[in-house]
């Protein structure tokens, strides 16, 4: 999930003590109770030492939650602000306050650093008698970086908690469309500690065209959640096209706190028929409120007045009209050599986070994602043809009118003067502001830009390009 968070934090300590085949329950004293949850670190209640028999089909329900939680990296241990915060813990936490109910299933493929990975049915935290989970199965081995781990979740998932509808939830870190060369450098980018559902035990991810691809082979999902940084971007939610109902994710960063889970399976337990008006209108009301609030670490709480915050909801079926409309703005602005238009936007354009370390690079000349609505509002008003206003009013009207069902922007950028409220919900790739662009940018990329669905079926990679050679000037 990025929870990018200043390096955010994570461990989920699962621990499942060798029990003797004679375990009698019924001959256990309190002080056996006791004694028991003492020396276990992750207390388990009474009847989680009773081995489950094998899983069967379970009845049909409303939903089944499908969380990859992919925590075999830094976020499974790391600082917060000088503090330590258990985020995947916390996040399991928070579902076992609701747990799996008559209505929705939740279940989550837990991977820690070390530890290789554990399926698990989350149930209500009952404390002594149940600690609120069940344990499927338990591969230390698993690469939680290897697409084919999510299919093979999601497949277990449906057959063994069938459902009327479906979530999946990837939960990671994120760094958009970019699929870095893990030969040369680490999750990420060398400079940062992000990546794409990364694996530090493996060295492996999932690249872009690999999201698309899980989808393709589990079927589709009623909701694709992205808990993870920079990853509603038109390059990845493209690769998803008409394989969910509803796409769910960030342009910038996504905190360590992440989704509030607890809240998320209230929300589907109390109106599992809701439609995407009104899931869109839950998540932006939460996270407005949840930025307003701050965030709660034991007992301090931290402000977010100063932190960039996004939050939409894309329509995936609306995905396929968008090359259209980009090839029309593309072709508008270049055949009109609408050249200070360009230049304005590459200069002004809302950006989100960066490729190398925020901290060091806060006027964000090495940030390549910007929001798509105002960058096309930027050359629309300073464009010297009719021809490229009324194209950039068109992908403008598209944006907000079918692809964007619902979005938030939090807080400012007084460094860049970004006003995060006037984001359109959806980013994409364009020209950086720095001039040159370094030569070893290049050299951390896996894939290539002109590779990738968006760009086979549309011209942006060439308008990129083009606008490379605008600024460069």
């Known amino acids: 999930m990025k929870k990018i968070l200043l390096s955010a934090v994570l461990a989920l300590g699962a621990f499942i003590p060798a029990m003797a085949e004679d375990f009698d329950l019924p001959s256990m004293t309190a002080e056996d109770v006791l004694e028991m949850a003492e020396n276990n ?201 008409g394989q969910a109902g509803l796409i769910v994710g960030s342009e910038e960063t996504m905190l360590a706190q992440g989704f509030d889970y607890e809240k998320l399976l209230n929300f589907m337990n109390s109106n599992p028929g809701f439609t995407n008006a009104q899931a869109g209108a ?48 593309a072709n508008a602005a270049m055949k009109n050599n609408e050249t200070e238009a360009v230049k304005a936007a590459v200069a002004n354009v809302i950006r989100f986070t960066s490729v190398a370390d925020p901290a060091k690079d806060t006027k964000k000349m090495l940030a390549p994602y910007v929001d798509l609505y105002d960058f096309a509002r930027i050359v629309g008003v300073n464009a010297k043809n009719p021809e490229t206003k009324r194209a950039a009013d068109a992908l403008m009207g598209f944006i907000k009118g079918k692809l964007v069902l619902d979005s938030v922007g939090i807080n400012k950028d007084a460094t860049n003067g970004y006003d995060y409220s006037k984001t359109g919900g959806v980013a994409i790739n364009m020209t950086m502001k720095m001039k040159p662009v370094p030569p070893q940018f290049d050299e951390i990329m896996e894939t290539k830009y002109s590779d990738l669905s968006l760009s086979k079926d549309s011209m942006w990679d060439e308008f990129v390009t083009w606008t490379d050679g605008v600024w460069a000037e």
Request: proline share 5%; hydrophobic share 40%.
């Open 41 to 241: 670190q992750d207390t388990k209640g009474i009847f989680d030492f009773i081995k489950p028999d094998k899983p069967q089909p379970q009845p049909t329900k409303e939903w089944t939650v499908m969380v990859f939680m992919n925590a075999k990296n830094d976020l499974s241990e790391s600082s917060l602000m000088g503090l330590v915060g258990k985020w995947a813990k916390k996040d399991i936490a928070e579902m076992k306050d609701v747990g799996t109910s008559d209505k929705v299933n939740v279940v989550v493929e837990h991977g820690k650093k070390g530890k290789g990975s554990k399926r698990l049915l989350i149930l209500k935290d009952n404390g002594l008698l149940s600690s609120g989970e069940k344990v499927y199965s338990e591969d230390p081995k698993a690469d939680m970086g290897d697409y084919k781990r999510v299919v093979d979740f999601v497949k277990w998932s449906k057959a063994t908690f069938p459902a009327r509808k479906y979530m999946l939830i990837i939960w990671n870190h994120g760094l958009g469309w970019i699929d870095p060369n893990m030969k040369e450098h680490t999750a990420g980018t060398g400079a940062s500690d992000k990546g794409i559902a990364f694996d530090d035990d493996t060295k492996n991810y999932i690249r872009t065209r690999e999201m698309g691809e899980i989808l393709r082979q589990t079927g589709y999902v009623d909701v694709f959640m992205m808990n993870a940084c920079l990853m509603q971007m038109a390059e990845v939610a493209y690769e998803m096209k």
């Open 282 to 329: 839950f998540f932006m009301n939460w996270y407005k409120q949840f930025y307003a609030e701050g965030m709660h670490i034991g007992p301090l709480t931290v402000p977010l007045d100063n932190m960039a915050a996004t939050l939409s909801t894309l329509d995936p079926n609306a995905l396929g009209q968008l090359p259209p409309y980009l090839d029309q703005f």
